[in-house]
């Protein structure tokens, strides 16, 4: 039989049903919400491997603010009803047959790239489910992701119609145009227009710098402001070297009450 991972960004789906619960107190409602969502993603994506990985809430910002203090500075917090049900949430979950990982130090999505990357480069199935674009510059052959909420796949096409680049240039667009979103500024005077134009020509961010073809009007801002582009690409970057301390058979998805699951 062959290997499909499925990977859930867990706090991302959560505060996404969280976020339209009429009554935010309402914890019940929210794991229930969740776990008839990840039954029919679990029906739809058939995976012989699953896990639900978890940022930290209380954790400070990682590694990313400390080489940009502005990374995600206006965060809002999390409910505090729902910071006190991650508890109830993830136990709901694993007697659906879902594990968690929780992270310690690092993002969740460096440990869900991490993962993603390891098990795709043996050419094996893996799927991302998120809204996260971010995501999108991890995609191969083998490795694809959902939003599972607007029901579509957040494939090369899309990415090629939403921001007008190849997926492995995603990094280098954010470092140029800067990510709202996160408080990453990119480079003055460089919007989403001026950094598709300058990765259609160019390849990345220092060939485009390297290169005596850049035009005059991008010359300037990226010799005044190269460094920071460097940094606002490896904030927007993902990493896929963590040790994640487990393996793909501590992962694997058993039905709940079958005969396997009891053995």
């Not at 603010?65 to 965060?75: D, G, H, Q, S, V």
């Not at 047959?97 to 440990?111: C, R």
């Not at 220092?206 to 582009?229: G, M, N, T, V």
Request: glycine share 6%; net charge negative.
């Amino acid at each position: 039989m062959s290997l499909h991972l499925v990977i859930i960004d867990a706090l991302n789906l959560i505060r996404r049903v969280h976020s339209v619960q009429p009554d935010e107190s309402d914890i019940a409602r929210t794991i229930d919400t969740t776990t008839r969502t990840l039954q029919r993603i679990i029906n739809e994506a058939q995976p012989t491997h699953i896990i639900a990985v978890f940022d930290h809430h209380l954790q400070h910002r990682g590694w990313r603010a400390e080489i940009l203090p502005e990374y995600k500075a206006n965060r809002k917090p999390m409910p505090e009803p729902l910071a006190q049900g991650l508890d109830a949430i993830q136990q709901a979950w694993w007697q659906l047959g879902i594990d968690s990982l929780l992270s310690d130090g690092d993002e969740a999505d460096d440990l869900v790239a991490t993962l993603a990357v390891k098990v795709a480069s043996h050419q094996e199935k893996v799927t991302i489910i998120s809204t996260d674009k971010g995501y999108c510059q991890l995609l191969s052959p083998t490795l694809q992701i959902r939003d599972y909420f607007q029901h579509r796949w957040l494939d090369a096409p899309f990415i090629a119609k939403e921001f007008g680049v190849k997926p492995e240039q995603l990094a280098d667009y954010w470092g140029l145009a800067g990510v709202s979103s996160s408080q990453v500024p990119g480079v003055l005077g460089v919007g989403p227009k001026a950094a598709k134009e300058i990765l259609t020509q160019f390849a990345d961010i220092e060939s485009a710098y390297a290169s005596e073809e850049l035009a005059p009007k991008y010359r300037k801002k990226l010799d005044q402001h190269i460094e920071l582009a460097r940094v606002c690409k490896q904030v927007a970057g993902l990493k896929t070297d963590i040790e994640l301390g487990f393996n793909l058979q501590d992962i694997r998805y058993v039905v709940p009450g079958s005969e396997e699951s009891q053995s």
